[in-house]
């Protein structure tokens, strides 16, 4: 059960944090204050997705990598430290401050200085999530891997 869960869990997470980062620019691109202020408003919701789907995936990759750290398991385990503390220290923040922002509809130089920094540790983690899901893969054997 462990092994399916934990490639579901890690597509969710990775598919959730591209949802809000694509919703965001979409919405500064080609829509409205009042959509830009949905979009915003509705991503700290995300977060009940999110979380838990990034926790499953955590939890059970460490069940599955049995204590080693070796190889492709040792690289993810090298990048979750960096995926976990820029959700919590930058994402999660960036998120509740916008959405205030936003339902405010202060949408000024410090709201796009935030959004600037959200969008570039949102692409930071979700390039980091994509470079675990290819060496999962690879693990599995569903890549190919690169000879050495």
């Known amino acids: 059960m462990i092994k399916l869960i934990h490639p579901i869990a890690g597509a969710l997470a990775i598919a959730t944090i591209g949802t809000f980062w694509l919703s965001t620019v979409l919405s500064e691109l080609f829509a409205s204050h009042a959509t830009v202020a949905a979009v915003k408003s509705t991503i700290p919701w995300g977060f009940l997705l999110l979380i838990p789907a990034l926790a499953a995936t955590g939890g059970t990759g460490v069940i599955l990598a049995m204590g080693r750290r070796a190889g492709?398991?040792?690289a993810k385990f090298k990048r979750m430290p960096f995926i976990a503390g820029n959700g919590i220290l930058i994402l999660i923040p960036s998120a509740l401050f916008l959405a205030?922002?936003?339902?405010?509809?202060?949408?000024?130089?410090?709201?796009?200085?935030?959004?600037a920094i959200e969008l570039i540790a949102g692409a930071t983690n979700i390039t980091l999530l994509a470079l675990n899901g290819r060496d999962g893969l690879k693990m599995k054997g569903w890549l190919r891997r690169k000879p050495a």
């Open 100 to 115: 205030s922002k936003a339902q405010a509809a202060e949408f000024d130089a410090m709201f796009y200085a935030v959004q």
């Open 72 to 74: 492709p398991i040792g």
